[in-house]
């Protein structure tokens, strides 16, 4: 959704800066979680796996520090960056727009990865 003001694109900075920290909070979740399998006795294919999705995670969490620190914070830089993208406005969206659909599009994708292998690998887990 674009911002039409300067209201609203400050309210859509606070709404990414709340989405990015709820995310950084279930990733701390998912990676609980491959401590837990991570500790039990495994075959070498889950612990590539698991290996697999603390890398993954270590990325995402890279990508929201990022994505955080280009979030403006005071009134004077939301004000400048929201003056900077409606000069350069171009035929699609502003590039903080881009940037956080692009990162929820990605993290959907490795949450449920993620989901997938940690539900198909429960069982197995148990008996492991």
Same mark, same amino acid.
Request: aromatic share 8%.
């Given at each position: +959704? &674009? ?7 400050? =309210?859509?900075?606070? #709404?990414?800066?709340?989405?990015? #920290? ?5 990733? %701390? ?7 837990? +399998? =991570? #500790? /039990? %006795?495994? @075959?070498? =294919? ?7 999705? !603390? ?6 969490? &890279? *990508? ?7 979030? @403006?914070? #005071?009134? !004077?830089? *939301?004000?400048?960056?929201?003056? *900077?993208?409606?000069?350069? /406005?171009? &035929?699609? !969206?502003? @590039?903080?727009?881009?940037? +956080?659909?692009?990162? %929820? /599009?990605?993290?959907?994708? *490795? /949450? ?10 429960? @069982?197995?887990? =148990?008996?492991?």
């Amino acid at each position: +959704m &674009e911002s039409t003001t300067i209201e609203e694109f400050h =309210a859509d900075l606070q #709404s990414w800066k709340h989405e990015l #920290s709820s995310i950084k909070q279930e990733i %701390r979740h998912f990676e609980h979680e491959l401590e837990d +399998m =991570a #500790s /039990k %006795r495994l @075959p070498r =294919a889950f612990l590539a796996q698991i290996e697999h999705f !603390q890398n993954l995670f270590i990325c995402q969490k &890279e *990508v929201i520090d990022t994505l955080r620190h280009d979030l @403006p914070d #005071s009134r !004077q830089k *939301v004000e400048d960056t929201y003056n *900077v993208i409606r000069s350069v /406005k171009r &035929e699609t !969206q502003n @590039p903080l727009l881009e940037r +956080m659909e692009t990162f %929820r /599009k990605l993290f959907h994708d *490795v /949450k449920n990865e993620f989901k997938h292998f940690s539900s198909t690998s429960t @069982p197995q887990l =148990a008996t492991g």
